[in-house]
């Protein structure tokens, strides 16, 4: 089958007409009437200029026989055989490293190249490897494998990630094959986890026994079938062509198959996507009405399920557009909330999710890879047309949108009853890293009583399916590893979140996860100089880049990497994930952020409304004001010590601590208050039981 590429038009976009970006109107099969006929241009209708994002008009005449520009990454797909050669040679090479095609082609392998950025001179390449999840469910057999191959493979160190998914730092190129192949020989895959196609389909992790959550976890689990590669290229690079297919519904394999309205490639080893896959990577994440634990808005596709008053589910909300990564200085790049497309019934959600990806795939710009996402698409052409080509795809019209409630976000921290009889325990990991003593610990937890486990979109783990006999033994031997309740950690940790960066990724232009753990001890010690309360607490989210793996510009108080030690500050975001936040300062050094943080705090402290939250504060003094009080900030007011709890009472017993509290890199206060915490848990843990 061949493929042609469509024409090259502009964006003009309303903020500033002098900006013009070249836009790509798609990837189109010849082998398909559908694909090849002339969509028609549908009128957007009238509306207020504050609903238009952006308007599409063309550099050239249609009729233009000139070559599109395409990306190098295009030429890499075309010319790799279905995302084979040249890396099904070059793995075998002597190099510590791949070439460029090959560093572009494993990805969707699920595996990236990297090396290490805190050495000089010869660098030290290693393979970062990413597992698929849906909705976070990683059966036992998986997780022991996954915990031995971080020791014998890796830096000894499992990673958590924002999409649900573990990430394994530190592979050599030598040691590829077997890994891969023993990922997928013990219930695992890579597949897809990376690379422009779709990548893992999140879900709420909790393992309610509920017909809601329940047929969220089912329809997250059917899509990311639909959406799986059929050609077969993974299991020929890793497992020498040896199939390890599980079952699929059949109403996967059917809305899989049907080309009733030109979402296929006939004849093609993959029929949804082709030769040349998606533009840019795709995200999708399925939820139930309240639930945003999956930060649904930040997707290419959100799907809410729809019930019925007795609980039944009846069909699907659909929003679409969403995204976080950006460009720093560059404003036709931007972070988007998903918004409404429509709703359908139970049994369409698999036809419409691939009519929405067929329309990305044909129309989708493949010249720049910085405006290759759904979400500029969408902005281009507004909502009105991009609903309009997606249900000639679809072969039907959306119907309205269903009223949903209020957003939460919820965590699922702690111990919980599942509803089949059995608890799940909710374990907060800062910035999902598991290693050492936590590590081993897991380790032996999950393996002596066989648990499966599940990652949340927050980083953190899930252990399922708990009896109510082993609750005591197995919060003890946790709580000894520092997994303690979430009472008794500092709320400022339990809903923070920092990408990798430094040292492996290559993308880092400043440290995020190495960094967070002094930001928000700092933080901490600002809230108790103002005067806020420790159970008080607000997002925090820092990344060592613009591309957003961590979410930043939802977050209340947004740290994006924009310099060496230096980080733009985004402000605005609110606690259920419902808005973005706004650039704030740029460039602020990493020494001078209380300089920054003081006043806000402070400020937020005296002059907020009832239950108001710091993004909601922020949102309504307006930017122009928090720059007047931070410019002219010159430290709190002094009021009179009322009290003063010190947890010392003699010079030795701080000097003791101090000592110990350098090897752990807190303030000897910080470390008392979680000795004195961790005590109080394993008293309160005896009494309960």
């Not at 003094?621 to 410019?631: A, T």
């Not at 030795?652 to 807190?666: F, P, R, S, W």
Request: aromatic letters at 10%; a positive charge; glycine letters at 8%.
């Amino acid at each position: 089958m061949t493929t042609s590429f469509g024409t090259t038009t502009g964006t003009l976009t309303p903020t500033d007409p002098k900006i013009r970006f070249q836009s790509f109107t798609g990837l189109k099969s010849s082998n398909s009437i559908a694909l090849t006929r002339n969509l028609r241009v549908f009128p957007l209708p009238f509306c207020t200029p504050t609903l238009i994002r952006a308007v599409s008009t063309p550099l050239k005449p249609e009729t233009s026989t000139a070559e599109p520009k395409r990306s190098k990454v295009e030429i890499f797909k075309e010319q790799s055989n279905f995302i084979r050669y040249p890396l099904n040679e070059e793995i075998y090479t002597d190099t510590p490293n791949i070439n460029e095609a090959s560093t572009q082609l494993i990805k969707f392998h699920g595996s990236y190249q990297q090396y290490n950025r805190d050495e000089r001179g010869t660098r030290s390449y290693s393979f970062m490897l990413r597992t698929k999840n849906p909705g976070g469910k990683v059966p036992n057999q998986l997780y022991l494998t996954m915990d031995d191959l971080a020791d014998q493979f890796g830096i000894g160190t499992l990673r958590l990630t924002t999409r649900q998914t573990f990430q394994l730092h530190g592979v050599l190129k030598k040691d590829l094959k077997t890994v891969m192949s023993t990922i997928i020989r013990n219930m695992g895959s890579t597949l897809g986890a990376c690379g422009d196609l779709n990548r893992n389909v999140l879900a709420p992790a909790a393992p309610f026994m509920t017909k809601e959550y329940k047929f969220a976890q089912e329809t997250a689990e059917n899509i990311a079938a639909l959406l799986t590669p059929q050609s077969g290229f993974y299991y020929d690079v890793w497992v020498d062509g040896e199939k390890f297919m599980t079952s699929e519904p059949p109403e996967v394999v059917k809305a899989r198959n049907d080309n009733s309205h030109g979402t296929n490639f006939p004849d093609s080893p993959e029929p949804i996507y082709g030769t040349q896959f998606l533009p840019r990577k795709f995200k999708i994440a399925v939820t139930v009405p309240t639930d945003n634990s999956v930060d649904i808005l930040t997707n290419d596709i959100g799907v809410v399920v729809v019930f019925d008053e007795n609980g039944e589910p009846q069909g699907f909300n659909i929003y679409v557009g969403g995204g976080m990564g950006r460009t720093h200085r560059q404003e036709t790049t931007f972070p988007r909330l998903g918004e409404p497309l429509g709703y359908v019934p139970k049994g369409d959600i698999l036809y419409a999710i691939k009519a929405i990806v067929a329309t990305q795939r044909d129309h989708g710009r493949r010249d720049d890879r910085k405006y290759s996402r759904m979400k500029y698409l969408i902005s281009s052409w507004g909502i009105e047309k991009f609903r309009n080509v997606v249900e000639q795809y679809y072969g039907k019209k959306f119907e309205p949108f269903h009223e949903l409630p209020e957003w939460e976000f919820k965590s699922y921290l702690g111990w919980h009853e599942q509803g089949d009889g059995a608890l799940f325990c909710g374990l907060h990991v800062d910035n999902g890293r598991i290693g050492g003593k936590m590590k081993k610990t897991l380790r032996e937890v999950i393996e002596k009583y066989n648990l499966n486990v599940r990652i949340t979109p927050n980083q953190n783990l899930i252990l399922c399916d708990i009896r109510s006999a082993w609750r005591r033994p197995i919060t003890t031997v946790l709580a000894q590893a520092g997994l303690l309740h979430p009472r008794y950690v500092d709320p400022l940790n339990l809903t923070a979140m920092a990408c990798p960066a430094f040292p492996l990724c290559p993308l880092a232009i400043t440290e995020a996860e190495r960094g967070i753990p002094d930001i928000l001890k700092r933080v901490r010690a600002v809230f108790e100089k103002v005067g806020l309360k420790y159970s008080e607490s607000i997002v925090i989210r820092v990344t060592g880049c613009p591309n957003g793996c961590a979410r930043p510009y939802m977050a209340e108080l947004g740290l994006v990497g924009d310099g060496p030690n230096s980080y733009q500050i985004w402000l605005g975001g609110t606690p259920n994930q419902t808005q973005l936040a706004r650039t704030f300062m740029n460039k602020v050094k990493v020494q001078d952020l209380e300089k920054v943080f003081e006043p806000l705090f402070y400020y937020w402290k005296r002059k907020r409304q009832p239950k108001e939250s710091f993004g909601d504060f922020t949102t309504r003094m307006g930017f122009e004001k928090l720059h007047e009080l931070v410019d002219k900030w010159e430290g709190p007011v002094q009021s009179p010590v009322r009290y003063n709890l010190k947890p010392f009472a003699d010079k030795e017993t701080y000097e003791a601590m101090e000592e110990l509290a350098k090897l752990q890199n807190k303030s000897p206060h910080q470390l008392a208050m979680e000795v004195i915490r961790n005590f109080v848990a394993a008293q309160q843990n005896s009494k309960s039981e």
